[in-house]
């Protein structure tokens, strides 16, 4: 893989969320790209079952719980330095508005924003990221462009990942760390069956799919787009934001 642009050999990545769905995939498809991949979950069992799906050696383990500023801390405190972090970690749980209380923005806010921006802030503070990295960021084209009823707080929450990330990237070109982020839209993950079961009609579904001229995606699409953000190809890339709808917004 000398030539080859979108090569991660050599390359040390962390993946937060990884223990399921699209962290999981991001994970296995970028270990097989050539990079040392550090996972990270919640879930040691499930995180435990990835980690056995790597392809290669020097591949690391740790749980955390990123929730807890305690576990950030531990965590960035056993890794050496690194080349990328890809954040997958995320939760989507429908809310209407009206019944919103802070607990519910506590909730979302926690996993799906704070947790990245303290990772990367405790990272870049203490000097793990290295020069030319690339830190990538999953969020939802719910978060700023196609809106759902009952979404708005993780809607919310993803556009501020989006805004951070854009922060992120102008801070560190001097050492040229690049920021950017990957919108996609329904991906076949548990997520996907989680929001699926609020449709809960099978036709309702069939329907809700035709609106996505390529259909649902798969994780690997994901995957695969986080592998150019990682990659040596995308270096004059950054404060951007990826969009992967299968056409959805094209109607």
């Known amino acids: 893989m000398q030539n080859n642009p979108f090569s991660l050999e050599g390359k040390t990545i962390l993946i937060t969320g990884a ?28 995180l435990k079952s990835t980690f056995n799906d790597l392809l290669g050696d020097g591949h690391i383990l740790l749980s ?5 500023e305690e576990d950030i801390t531990k ?11 890809v954040h997958c970690a995320g939760i989507l749980q429908p809310f209407p508005i009206k019944f919103i209380q802070k607990k519910q923005i506590d909730t979302m806010f926690n996993i799906n924003y704070y947790s990245a921006v303290l990772l990367s802030s ?18 939802s084209i719910s978060g ?19 805004a ?18 990957i919108s996609p839209g329904m991906i ?9 079961g609020y449709i809960s009609v099978d036709d309702n579904v069939k329907a809700y799919e035709k609106n996505y001229p390529l259909g649902f995606g798969e994780p ?30 094209v109607r």
């Open 19 to 46: 223990s399921s769905g699209i962290g999981r995939e991001v994970a296995i498809s970028t270990s097989k790209m050539g990079a040392k991949v550090i996972i990270t979950g919640r879930n040691e069992e499930r």
């Open 144 to 162: 700023t462009h196609q809106p759902y009823f009952g979404g708005a707080l993780y809607a919310g929450s993803k556009a501020a990942i989006e």
């Open 188 to 196: 076949r993950t548990p997520i996907f069956d989680e929001f699926i």
């Open 220 to 249: 690997v699409d994901v995957a695969n787009a986080a592998i150019y953000l990682l990659s040596d190809a995308s270096k004059w890339v950054t404060g951007s934001t990826i969009i992967m709808d299968g056409g959805l917004m």
């Open 75 to 85: 965590l960035v405190n056993s890794i050496s330095q690194i080349n990328g972090v």
């Open 122 to 139: 405790k990272l870049l503070k203490q000097k793990k990221v290295l020069e030319k990295a690339s830190l990538v960021f999953v969020t």
């Open 164 to 181: 951070f990330s854009k922060g992120l990237a102008l801070e560190n070109s001097g050492q040229k760390i690049r920021s950017n982020c």
């Open 64 to 68: 955390a719980d990123l929730t807890q």
